[in-house]
């Protein structure tokens, strides 16, 4: 089941969509479920002063990507580098098992809002490659 948290951000998502004149975009997949976040950034000062996202994936993910946008827009880089695996569980609130590696999708998306990279969104056709995508 889902709690409260995760039903109110995967039916009420805050923040998604795109920034078309984002300062970073990242992307986050997990090889192993699917779950695909693109964030987009806008920087004034180091400060993250605007966030959007588009989420593929389980409605934790999407409830998770909604959460982390939420709570890092107002916030420097060096305060994203200091929150911690307690602090996003607690975000999340209590998660079945099955959903734990949203856990591990927020601290990867943490990880490079605070050291972001990536300037430029790459357009990709397909989520899926290979003669598996239509």
Known sequence: ?????????FMNPRNIGELTDADYV??????????TVHMYLKLNQEVISDVAYRAYGCS????TASIVSEKIVGMSKAEISSITRDDV?????????????CVDIALNILNQCAN???????????LVEGEGAF
């Open 60 to 63: 934790t993910s999407i409830a």
């Open 26 to 35: 990242i992307e986050i997949s997990n090889p192993i479920c699917g779950d």
């Open 89 to 101: 569980v607690e975000w999340l609130g209590e998660l079945e098992p099955s959903q734990l590696h």
């Open 116 to 126: 972001p990279t990536k300037k430029k969104f790459e357009q990709k056709e397909f």
């Open 1 to 9: 089941m889902f709690n409260d948290i995760i039903c109110d951000h």
